[in-house]
């Protein structure tokens, strides 16, 4: 990898604007990186790689995970192998409960979406927790919200 990344330096002025060569740090800053880079929403997330692999091994990556909670407020059914059983939730937020603004599609088992489907009622307007890769600053939505769990009943 390290010969790779010096071959790809020497080559840098080649790339497309767009493309930008990122920098390697060694994995004693990967804490100062996590905190300083992808806490503050600059960088999703940081790639490990071992700095004398081959360019077969094994990537171990760590993203950064936001949660936030929802209230269902419909059903969409699947389409495709979910044919049958739910696709996603439409759900509101804690500041506006009542307005359908997110779309829920991730995250659930078979079997879940089925018991959700079948039993849309029981689900209708219950407060469920998802995940997402960080938050859209324009919405405050998830930005790719995956179904984690089902929040207690109050």
Request: proline share 5%; charged share 25%.
């Amino acid at each position: 990898y390290r010969d790779r990344y010096m071959l790809l330096k020497t080559q840098a002025h080649y790339l497309p604007d767009w493309m930008s060569i990122l920098p390697v740090y060694p994995i004693s800053q990967a804490q100062t990186l996590w905190k300083e880079q992808v806490e503050t929403g600059e960088y999703e997330g940081l790639v490990f790689r071992r700095r004398l692999g081959t360019i077969d091994d094994t990537l171990m990556r760590a993203k950064r995970t936001v949660t936030a909670d929802f209230i269902i407020l419909g059903f969409e059914p699947g389409e495709g192998k979910h044919a049958g059983r739910l696709g996603a939730l439409i759900c509101g937020t804690k500041e506006k409960p009542t307005e359908a603004c997110a779309r829920v599609g991730n995250g659930f088992s078979d079997a879940l979406r089925e018991e959700i489907w079948a039993n849309q009622g029981i689900w209708y307007g219950r407060w469920i927790e998802c995940s997402g890769k960080g938050l859209f600053e324009t919405t405050g939505l998830l930005r790719h919200p995956s179904f984690e769990r089902l929040r207690p009943i109050d």
